[in-house]
């Protein structure tokens, strides 16, 4: 069994910057794709950002350009740049991985983006 704890959230003012960071319990515990997910008040969980194995990447329409994910694969760990946050970036942000056909999910940090 592993264990996805995310950290790095927080409250930020419009146009500011934070980055979320996932890890996991065991380090000898492979992922395949990683992913960003988020859940705002009231909408559905969407995806953030993704990334695979290897490397590949990609993102949400609204967030390119201003969102970078990334992961070490020697220390399990999947992180989040976020840069240009804007209030509508407001949300529960959840680490997602898959392996052998399983999904785990961590258990959310907040970031709030208001002035």
């Known amino acids: 069994q592993v264990q996805l704890v995310e950290s790095g959230g927080g409250l930020v003012q419009p146009g500011g910057s934070l980055t979320l960071s996932c890890v996991a319990s065991r380090s000898d515990f492979i992922f395949n794709a990683m992913t960003w997910y988020r859940q705002a008040p009231g909408k559905q969980r969407e995806l953030v950002a993704k990334?695979?194995?290897?490397?590949?990447?990609n993102y949400a329409d609204s967030v390119k350009g201003r969102f970078t994910i990334s992961r070490d694969n020697a220390a399990n760990a999947l992180y989040l740049q976020m840069n240009s946050l804007k209030p509508e970036d407001t949300a529960v942000y959840y680490c997602?991985?898959?392996?052998?056909?399983?999904?785990?999910w961590g258990q959310g940090t907040q970031v709030t983006v208001s002035s």
């Open positions: 990334i695979t194995s290897n490397g590949v990447t």
């Open positions: 997602n991985g898959v392996a052998l056909f399983r999904q785990y």
